[in-house]
């Protein structure tokens, strides 16, 4: 079983920045944020396919979030800024344990989960 750790949360000022990580202990195909709100969904933030270095954002965030990566280290970092109040939830680092040729968006299709690291933007 691949273990995820993320770190790099906390709270930050409307218009700041953070960079959130995320470690696995192992192998994994694709690796890949989400995050979830108070009272909402867990919704696909961006994710990275390994083997091409593809990446895949979710539109609302294009140009706000950028995730990049160490394949080498089997690490992941999505760096924030311009955030804002909307932005608080807790924010979770996901691996796909199986190869894929397109990163996946949904939750379900993901195999290993960190757990989760908070994001607060104070309106």
């Known amino acids: 079983q691949v273990q995820l750790v993320e770190s790099g949360g906390g709270l930050v000022q409307a218009g700041g920045s953070l960079r959130l990580s995320c470690a696995a202990s192992?192998?994994?195909?694709?690796m890949t944020w989400f995050r979830q709100a108070p009272g909402k969904e867990r919704e696909f933030v961006a994710g990275i396919l390994w083997s091409t270095l593809k990446t895949a954002y979710a539109d609302s965030l294009k140009g706000r979030f950028t995730i990049s990566g160490d394949n080498t280290r089997n690490t992941v970092y999505l760096q924030m800024n311009s955030l804002q109040p909307e932005d608080t939830a807790v924010y979770y680092c996901a691996g796909k344990r199986y190869s894929v040729a397109v990163v996946p968006q949904r939750s379900e299709e993901y195999e290993y989960w960190g757990q989760g690291t908070q994001v607060t933007v104070p309106s």
């Open positions: 192992g192998r994994t195909y694709a």
